[in-house]
């Protein structure tokens, strides 16, 4: 989902670009213990661009293992090393300067292994997925 809002400050600059998000997506089948990156990357805008990420509408922080980097001016990396069911969830880059705001969310599932019925080395194993 794309959000494109112009703020009152368009008037002040009557040539000003708002910023613009090209679409990111998570991969379908994510593994827990695996490694997701997402890059949002503003396509068009006036500078200076101020670039964010949100986890259930909270900045992202790397006390959760959820690391961010900008790259340039108009990239922003976001980068789990090993992700697990707490990283589940709907995140949001979002992107502003003088002209407006827009945001891009997309939300993230992890797939995990789950033992059924008995222990040991002899145990199926079957894959599950935390989609509701």
């Known amino acids: 989902m794309i959000t494109n809002k112009a703020t009152a400050y368009s008037g002040i600059y009557p040539h000003s670009v708002p910023p613009r998000i090209i679409p990111f997506h998570f991969e379908e089948h994510i593994r827990a213990g695996s490694l997701v990156q997402v890059i949002c990357v ?3 805008g006036d500078s200076p661009i101020d670039i964010r990420w949100t986890l259930h509408g909270e900045e992202v922080r790397p006390k959760l293992g959820i ?3 900008r790259v340039g001016e108009r990239t922003s990396i976001l980068s789990i090393d090993r992700v697990g069911s707490e990283h589940r969830g709907s995140y949001t880059c979002l992107a502003s ?17 789950l033992s059924i019925g008995c222990y040991g080395n002899n145990a199926p194993n079957n894959t599950a997925s935390n989609k509701p």
């Open 42 to 44: 503003v396509g068009e």
């Open 67 to 69: 690391f961010t980097q």
């Open 97 to 113: 300067n003088h002209a407006g705001q827009t945001n891009h969310t997309e939300t993230l599932w992890v797939n995990g292994m």
